[in-house]
């Protein structure tokens, strides 16, 4: 269970708000209004932004004090972080170790995810020599390796097409039910929201709500969603 206890986060003017629990294993979107604080919630979880108040607990137990490798998250951000001068089993391998000394184990690991991905023969390539979709694949099967309990996702999978979008959501839906990890999902796009999410957090107003059922909130949205949403 991740837990926002009263969290106050500041970046200059702006201010944002949490105070809410996402049970484990939850497929949640984060939505809301340009501007309105989605990174910066999910940067306060990762660890790269500090709250002024209030504090963040995996299990009860607060994680304010660790660095952002040691938190109980794996992440994936709109470009992919992928290494250029990295083949894709070094880029997957350095989910486990940053210093990619893997063991034969570690390496059957990399092995193991990168076939869990459909990237079986492309552990040798370069991240440049990919598709969109193969490099996000990559960048899933570096998630996978790293076998964390919460899979955080900033507008992941914006640039791909519309069917390749909806395959990496549903291979990240099975990817999150296969190991059983929460999941939250930046997303401008009702329609990805809806596919992959069970709820949704509105991010608006200098809050961030408590996850609703996804349909829900966008059949009935409220009135800073339903302007961003173009109703
Ligand atoms: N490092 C920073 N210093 C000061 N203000 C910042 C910083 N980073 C973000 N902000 C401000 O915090 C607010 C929230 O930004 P954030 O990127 O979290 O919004 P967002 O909802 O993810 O937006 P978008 O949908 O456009 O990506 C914005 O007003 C932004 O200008």
Redesign the pocket.
């Known amino acids: 269970m991740l837990t926002f206890e009263c969290v106050l986060i500041r ?2 003017a ?1 201010e944002l708000v949490a105070d809410f629990s996402i049970t484990p294993g939850a497929r949640v979107a984060v939505i ?1 209004p ?7 919630l999910i940067n306060a979880i990762a660890g790269f932004v500090e709250p002024v108040a209030g504090r963040i607990l995996w299990k009860d137990r607060d994680i304010g004090a660790n660095r952002p490798g040691d938190r109980p998250i794996a992440l994936i951000f709109q470009d992919n972080n992928l290494f250029p001068h990295l083949s894709v089993a070094q880029n997957v391998g350095l989910g486990i170790d940053p210093g990619l000394k893997l063991s034969q184990a570690q390496r059957a690991r990399v092995s193991w995810a990168l076939e869990r991905v459909g990237m079986a023969d492309m552990e040798d390539r370069k991240p440049g020599s990919l598709s969109g979709g193969q490099q996000s694949r990559a960048a899933l099967a570096r998630v996978l390796v790293q076998d964390k309990p919460l899979i955080l996702l900033d507008e992941p999978f914006a640039a791909l097409g519309p069917a390749l979008k909806v395959e990496m959501l549903d291979l990240l839906t099975e990817v999150a039910d296969e190991t059983g990890a929460a999941v939250l999902m ?1 997303s ?1 796009d009702p329609t990805d929201a809806a596919r992959f999410a069970q709820s949704a957090i509105l ?1 608006a107003e200098g809050r961030a709500e408590a996850p609703v059922p996804v349909q829900e909130l966008l059949e009935n949205p409220p009135d800073a969603l339903r302007a961003y949403l173009g109703d």
């Open positions: 970046q200059e702006f809301g340009s501007g309105a604080g989605k990174s910066t930046v401008h991010v």
